[in-house]
């Protein structure tokens, strides 16, 4: 039974609309006019107990939207949503018991007080049994190695000190789902490394549900499986991170090396696209396509002397794909 | 569920810990708010003197009006004042979000997790004053006035909390909602007097839609057996049942404003 389940989302939020000047500012008090944003549009999904789920999409996509009504924080305006068997809205208080939530620019800890005195006022809120308190404190502690700094105040910490505390805090009384709403934003590699491998480790050991937005495809790689990507409220990609460069159309590019110039060389396999001569560069037609298929059509009568084939990283899909629409004359 | 009898202890031990991070702070805090508030009763005080009564009210008689004025704005404010003037900051930056996904209820732990002992100051001013007043003052305490006069206090202090609670409320959906405390502290000023000195229109307000009337005078005139405009004989059961009232009005608009929170984007 899936532990999330989306079936056509909506969010809309009603907000004013913006008259320009001064004297657009002095009319808009007497007299405002409201536009409907549709944040989420009709999203629909299922997530699986113990999955790792990447949420992706550009500012303004409405990724923490769709966070925030999973979490119970709004309600959405159409569509079903339910998350462990629930309807997060309505059932705010008892599904926040069972879920960890970790927001990457908004702490959950105690300015003035030291991390421990966080982590012991959720004791009591998530009604934590003293034994299993200890256990998860320690485990925590060691994994995140947070020894060093758990009595020291949060005021005193770096970013990356205090997301580990932040993302320690959240999985203190084992939840069922942990969402991220881009936990890795504005720290340093190391640091973001950390909590990367954390991330994936409770996943895998612990079984715990992943849900993640993040500006970052390394999280994505490194975390998540499965991709859910979204760009105006709308679906884009659900489905295998692997899977993710054919479904955008993006192609794979193919480096012929040849001993000396063999002249213009057309393929029904391949594209060429940039010819320096000796080497030629070419785009593959399909993602079936294999380079057995290239160099069989290629045939034996050239001084063949190497071959390269690039796989297009995962961002440069995306900024290709997004720079298309920018070019069709949609906004991303 | 979380079990709030264990939750609320710790919510405000946490916050108290929080504070005593800063200790001078917190100890100058009292200081200048006794400060502040003796010298403003003073200045009354002095006033009145000059004058002999006003409205039909002398010294002592002001003096309860004062403390009982003060002591329920305390009461209230503590659980409410700061933390609800800061829900505007908490729904622009964020922090509400956080809020809305702890498994207690938000409400409670707003409040006591920013239960605002800064109020101390306060209360030692008011009980001091309150406690001089009553023995200059004609009234008959039996027991059962007494228990009146502690419940006219209690829903005194509903009300303020209840205000407090529907003005914060609203950031939830109008993002900012602080220029309310200004137009709720121009009649929490007016509540410090007589309602009688007042004209019509206004002692008919502040019975009604800004009912602050019931936070000192209602009770206290009906404390000293003093005639209340446009009550009259109901003044102590509106005393008593005004801050229940407001209070019912006021979770009503906290849940319908909860509902309908639409954070400030992002």
Not at chain 1, 204 to 219: A, F
Request: one cysteine or more.
């Amino acid at each position: 039974m899936a532990i999330i389940s989306a079936q056509g989302v909506e969010k809309t939020f009603r907000q004013p609309k913006r008259q320009s000047g001064l004297a657009g500012a002095i009319r808009s008090l007497f007299s405002r006019d409201y536009t409907e944003v549709r944040a989420v549009n009709g999203i629909s999904f299922t997530i699986q107990p113990g999955e790792a789920v990447g949420y992706l999409g550009p500012n303004g996509a409405g990724k923490s939207t769709m966070i925030k009504m999973m979490t119970g924080i709004l309600v959405p305006t159409a569509g079903t949503l339910s998350v462990l068997g629930r309807e997060p809205h309505s059932n705010r208080i008892t599904n926040a018991a069972e879920i960890g939530v970790v927001f990457g620019q908004r702490s959950q800890l105690w300015w003035d007080l030291p991390v421990r005195d966080s982590f012991d006022l959720n004791r009591h809120i998530y009604d934590i049994p003293t034994p299993r308190f200890a256990e998860n404190l320690t485990r925590l502690t060691t994994m995140l190695d947070m020894g060093g700094y758990i009595d020291r105040p949060v005021r005193q910490l770096s970013l990356g000190q205090r997301m580990r505390a932040e993302i320690a805090m959240a999985l203190l009384h084992d939840p069922k789902i942990l969402f991220l709403d881009e936990p890795t934003i504005g720290l340093d590699v190391v640091a973001k490394d950390v909590v990367r491998k954390f991330l994936a480790e409770v996943n895998r050991e612990r079984g715990t549900t992943i849900i993640l937005t993040t500006h970052d495809l390394v999280d994505i790689e490194e975390i998540c499986p499965r991709l859910i990507m979204v760009d105006d409220g709308k679906l884009l990609f659900d489905g295998e991170l692997k899977h993710l460069r054919s479904a955008l159309g993006s192609r794979r590019r193919l480096k012929l090396e040849f001993g000396t110039d063999p002249g213009p060389i057309t393929l029904k396999t391949a594209h060429l696209v940039t010819d320096e001569g000796a080497a030629k560069h070419f785009l593959l037609d399909s993602e079936q396509t294999s380079i057995l298929d290239v160099l069989t059509e290629l045939g034996s009568g050239h001084d063949l002397k190497d071959v390269k084939l690039e796989e297009p990283d995962i961002e440069e899909v995306i900024r290709t794909f997004y720079k298309n629409k920018v070019q069709a004359g949609v906004a991303p | 569920m979380a079990r709030l009898h264990v939750v609320i202890p710790a919510l405000v031990h946490t916050f108290i810990r929080s504070k005593t991070e800063y200790p001078g702070a917190m100890v100058l805090g009292w200081l200048s708010q006794f400060a502040a508030y003796g010298s403003m009763y003073t200045a009354i005080s002095l006033i009145l003197a000059r004058f002999g009564s006003l409205g039909g009210w002398v010294w002592p008689e002001i003096a309860l009006l004062l403390s009982f004025h003060l002591l329920a704005y305390s009461l209230g404010a503590s659980l409410s004042f700061v933390q609800f003037r800061e829900m505007e900051e908490k729904v622009r930056i964020g922090t509400m979000d956080a809020i809305l996904v702890k498994p207690v209820s938000t409400w409670t732990y707003i409040v006591f997790s920013g239960l605002n002992i800064g109020y101390a100051g306060h209360i030692v001013l008011a009980l001091g004053l309150m406690a001089w007043s009553l023995t200059q003052v004609d009234v008959t305490w039996t027991g059962q006035s007494s228990l009146l006069f502690v419940c006219y206090l209690i829903s005194a202090a509903m009300i303020i909390a209840a205000v407090m609670t529907m003005i914060g409320a609203t950031a939830l959906v109008w993002v900012k909602s602080n220029h309310l405390y200004q137009i709720f502290f121009g009649f929490w000023e007016l509540a410090r007097y007589p309602l009688n000195i007042f004209p019509l229109p206004l002692q008919l307000l502040m019975l009604t839609f800004a009912p602050l009337a019931f936070m000192a005078y209602v009770p206290v005139a009906a404390t000293l057996g003093k005639p209340v405009p446009l009550l009259g004989d109901y003044a102590s059961a509106a005393a008593l049942l005004a801050g229940p009232l407001v209070t019912l009005i006021a979770m009503a608009h906290w849940r319908w404003c909860l509902r309908n929170y639409q954070g400030a984007g992002g």
